[in-house]
């Protein structure tokens, strides 16, 4: 039980990466408080997980949101000693369909909610000597032309965690951050149908995404989070980990 008597918050967890860290938290111990914008998701998540989670339905892109989340996890479990800053408003965009509605959603979601949240569960974090987990994405370092709105707010998502980390350090506020590669979660299965891929194209994803044959699953992510959660980590702080299939800098694309 690595997470034994821990309260963890984790945003986007009806679904995909969140649910997954969610679940893991539990297994490994941890009380976790569920969050999410569609209730019958989350109640489904909550109730499979028993008495160790709670559910917070709540809109991230209201300034507002961070308050009621931290005082939820609160009022469920007396303390909090992590926070997983998961969810993420992942929208195709380039250079011509970025206007200045769709980049101050982006923004707000995916940089200025964890931002609020951090602010809003400090001083909780400061009494547990707590730690962030960010999770971000390897388009934090540059990211696809039809991703451009996503990719800026995961860049920035990264400058956040590494100054927090050093601002934070006396203190013992870690702050850390992933950064996944491709992972093959249900929504991101429908969304690769829905973009025109065949149903079975996860079983033949593309070699220069995916040379070991397969992509990354939500589970891989959840099990690397727990040692950044866990004591275990303690004291590192500031760290950016990929977690991908090939290096992100220095990387011989497969042909």
């Known amino acids: 039980m690595r997470l034994q008597n821990k309260v963890i918050i984790v945003t986007g967890s009806t679904t995909g990466i969140g649910e ?10 941890a009380a976790v408080l569920v969050h999410g914008l569609e209730r019958g998701l989350g109640e489904k998540v909550v109730s499979s997980l028993g008495s160790a989670a709670r559910l917070q339905i709540d809109d991230l892109e209201d300034p507002e949101a961070a308050v009621r989340i931290v005082g939820a996890a609160i009022s469920a479990f007396g303390r909090i000693d992590a926070i997983v800053n998961n969810a993420a408003w992942i929208v195709r965009s380039d250079i011509a369909s970025t206007d200045a509605a769709a980049f101050d959603r982006a923004m707000a979601i995916n940089v200025r909610a964890p931002l609020l949240l951090i602010r809003a569960a400090l001083p909780e974090l400061r009494r547990s000597s707590g730690c962030v987990l960010n999770i971000g994405s390897v388009n934090a370092y540059c990211g696809e032309a039809n991703q451009l709105a996503y990719s800026i707010s995961k860049g920035a998502l990264m400058t956040m965690t590494r100054n927090l980390a050093d601002a ?22 429908a969304l690769k149908i829905r973009e025109g891929l ?15 044959g397969r992509l990354i699953m939500p589970e891989g992510v959840a099990a690397a989070a727990v040692y950044w959660l866990s004591d275990e980590s303690r004291p590192i702080s500031g760290s950016i980990i990929d977690l991908d299939q090939f290096p992100v800098i220095g990387r011989n694309p497969v042909k």
Do not use: F
Not at 20 to 29: D, M, Q, S, T
Not at 202 to 211: L, N, Q, T, V
């Open 20 to 29: 997954a860290i969610a679940r893991r938290c539990v297994a490994e111990g």
């Open 198 to 212: 065949p149903s079975d194209w996860a079983d033949h994803p593309p070699a220069a995404s995916a040379p070991s």
């Open 168 to 189: 934070l350090g006396r203190d013992r506020v870690r702050l850390n951050q992933i950064n996944p590669g491709w992972v093959l979660s249900e929504n991101e299965r």
